[in-house]
């Protein structure tokens, strides 16, 4: 089995495009350099070029790997961030080899080494810089919830808007709405031509999540409209019917939208539920990721191992991608200290007497 593995990785890496390599020879950095400077971002299938060559060098299982590279069985095993080499989704923010982003934001990397140094950084930032040192603190930042939708009350969201007098609002809402929804006007335009109101009623589907939570267009967009003088009440035909007062308002409640759905409060526990396993940790405990000046500690190794399993699914980082990059992030920092030293004893060398 180990032997198929390997017959059938070198099979795929002759296979992909620009992917030679001489017989014999092992590829040095400068050849990998010329190599991530050759990678493209390509907008219409949203991928980095040399995704595939990447995959197979960088992400376990090998055996599923060479099958979605060499038989482009891409789905259900080949997520978006496999295809941008970006094993940790990470969202863009001017990293060494970033070469584009998607249209959510996710970067898509020159190699698969400049997305594990970019997630290195990330946490290391996070942990040190944003004080947030728990599996649950991390992920909340990571991958924030995406929903933030506020809904009525019996599976019907309203949304109010204000038409231009009335009529063009109006119109084109009742141009666009689907089958099921409705657009009625609560209001006509005033005197003077005052926009009036219009309501788009959206039937959602039976399951989503209910919350009790106030309207969203209660007290929004709306003025109190003045008194009318007791002269112009007077003029009212007598026939009229009379009407009755309006209550005592009451004040505004305050609109309390949810922050997450209850599927995205689970996702995060089972997000750092996957960080923690094996550490004898709770998801709210220090993970002990770096020491105070900046040296990765041996948990880090872990932590992000778990975190590209669980956002690649069905594949994870490899051990070897994943301990490079540490151990470039350390030389890293040590370069810099040494940096730092070498500033401070230039500062101290008192300057050159000069003789008059």
């Not at 809904?151 to 709405?177: C, D, F, K, N």
């Not at 039937?203 to 967009?221: D, H, L, W, Y």
């Not at 089972?270 to 040296?295: C, H, I, Q, W």
């Amino acid at each position: 089995m180990p032997q198929t593995i390997v017959m059938l990785a070198l099979a795929v890496r002759a296979l992909l495009p620009g992917d030679a390599h001489e017989t014999g020879e092992a590829s040095t950095q400068p050849a990998q350099d010329a190599q991530a400077l050759q990678a493209r971002y390509e907008p219409e299938s949203r991928e980095v070029s040399n995704w595939r060559r990447e995959a197979m060098d960088a992400l376990e299982p090998k055996p599923v790997v060479a099958m979605a590279a060499l038989f482009k069985a891409e789905r259900p095993f080949v997520t978006r961030c496999v295809k941008l080499n970006n094993y940790w989704c990470i969202k863009s923010a001017r990293w060494n080899g970033e070469l584009a982003t998607d249209g959510e934001g996710h970067v898509g990397f020159a190699s698969a080494d400049h997305g594990a140094d970019a997630a290195a950084t990330l946490l290391r930032r996070y942990y040190l810089e944003f004080n947030r040192k728990s599996a649950l603190d991390i992920v909340r930042r990571w991958a924030p919830a995406e929903c933030n939708v506020a809904t009525g009350i019996g599976g019907m969201a309203m949304l109010a808007v204000r038409g231009i007098g009335g009529t063009v609002r109006a119109q084109y809402l009742a141009s666009r709405r689907k089958k099921g929804g409705a657009v009625r006007y609560t209001a006509k335009a005033g005197p003077g031509g005052k926009p009036g109101r219009v309501s788009i009623v959206i039937p959602m589907a039976p399951k989503t999540p209910q919350f009790r939570v106030p309207s969203i267009a209660e007290g929004m967009g709306e003025k109190p409209k003045p008194s009318r003088p007791q002269a112009v009440a007077r003029r009212r035909p007598v026939k009229e019917p009379a009407v009755a007062a309006p209550a005592p308002s009451k004040p505004a409640a305050k609109v309390q939208v949810a922050t997450a759905c209850p599927s995205e409060l689970q996702r995060h526990r089972n997000y750092a539920s996957r960080m923690v396993e094996g550490l004898g940790l709770s998801p709210t405990d220090d993970l002990k990721l770096f020491a105070d000046d900046g040296t990765p500690q041996p948990n880090l190794t872990h932590v992000m191992l778990a975190m590209s399993s669980f956002e690649l699914g069905a594949l994870r980082a490899s051990s070897d991608l994943v301990e490079e990059a540490i151990e470039r992030a350390a030389a890293r920092l040590k370069d810099g200290v040494r940096t730092q030293e070498r500033k401070a004893d230039l500062s101290q060398v008192p300057a050159p007497r000069v003789e008059r």
